[in-house]
């Protein structure tokens, strides 16, 4: 992965050292450097080790990266929503195997949707909750995944207007049979 400082001066974008983020609103005192900080540690409260938690940690990704589309690459976009959409709506089980071959799959749809682009909603209106939010109420493991739970789905929601794209890539992930039956929850 690049580095998020290298990103956004490729994507021309100026990052402030201070205050609040500027992307997400996170109640910051160094901009978007500390809502990066604070999302990498990966919220201490959960225990990341035991399988039934991972979702959380694929839940908290696409939550913070699709409110901080400017500090990642282009196709970004189009794998966490997709991914939001596939745990959301398919109830997928999503597990660590299944993102390489979303990141295939969507290889080959762009290929042929070379200048699609998924542009995000504007800045401070992807979600009320943030990292932040997340850190400060999370105070045991059962209300940080509460947490999570509720930022990916608020996240999720904000993209709105992109869902019928990412409708259209999850399905025929599912279609080409890249998921096998243990993988849903249906």
Request: hydrophobic share 30%.
């Amino acid at each position: 992965m690049q580095d998020y400082i290298d990103l956004a001066q490729k994507n021309g974008v100026e990052l402030k050292d201070t205050g609040h983020c500027q992307f997400c609103g996170a109640a910051t005192t160094r901009g978007v450097h500390e809502c990066v900080e604070i999302f990498s540690l990966g919220f201490q409260q959960i225990d990341y080790s035991r399988i039934e938690n991972h979702l959380y940690r694929f839940l908290s990704v696409d939550a913070h990266t699709l409110q901080h589309p400017e500090i990642h690459g282009r196709w970004n976009n189009h794998f966490h929503l997709t991914r939001l959409y596939l745990i959301f709506n398919h109830k997928v089980k999503w597990r660590y195997e299944l993102s390489p071959r979303l990141s295939d799959h969507l290889n080959k749809y762009k290929a042929h949707h070379k200048d699609e682009l998924l542009n995000p909603p504007k800045i401070l209106s992807r979600g009320d909750l943030t990292s932040t939010d997340v850190l400060s109420s999370s105070t045991n493991e059962e209300k940080c995944r509460d947490m999570i739970m509720k930022w990916a789905k608020e996240v999720y929601h904000a993209w709105s207007e992109h869902h019928l794209t990412v409708s259209i890539i999850a399905n025929s992930f599912q279609k080409n049979k890249t998921l096998s039956g243990k993988e849903k929850l249906s």
